[in-house]
Nanobody, 122 residues
Framework: QVQVVESGGGLVQPGGSLRLSCTAS????????MSWYRQAPGKQRELVAA???????NYLDSIQGRFTIFRNNRENTVYLQMDNLKPEDTAVYYC????????????????WGKGTLVTVSS
């Protein structure tokens, strides 16, 4: 089994910063991509940022220049540094890890964390 656990959410004022962390653990053979998604009330879940093990990053247009995704490959941990936060960034942020396991080392499967709430409000 694979577990994905996020941390670091909370309440922050507009213009403030937060750093989210996510660690994937368990019977992991290989990590392909680790990503952050978010879901605001009444809206669909959307991809915020994704990072491959080779360092290729993709970002949602609306957070370009404000958020940075980076990872520690040895610890299967990914971070999302969020700066200059805006009220519209308020959402539950979910981590996704696409990994293969020891049982199926060539098949990538998506595993999700339970999410961490980020609230941007004055």
């Amino acid at each position: 089994q694979v577990q994905v656990v996020e941390s670091g959410g909370g309440l922050v004022q507009p213009g403030g910063s937060l750093r989210l962390s996510c660690t994937a653990s368990g019977m992991i053979f290989r990590v392909f991509v680790m990503s952050w998604y978010r879901q605001a009330p009444g809206k669909q879940r959307e991809l915020v940022a994704a990072l491959t093990t080779t360092g290729t990053a993709n970002y949602l247009d609306s957070i370009q220049g404000r958020f940075t995704i980076f990872r520690n490959n040895r610890e299967n941990t990914v971070y999302l540094q969020m700066d200059n936060l805006k009220p519209e960034d308020t959402a539950v942020y979910y981590c996704n890890a696409r990994v293969s396991t020891l049982e199926t080392p060539t098949d990538g499967v998506n595993y999700w964390g339970k999410g961490t709430l980020v609230t941007v409000s004055s």
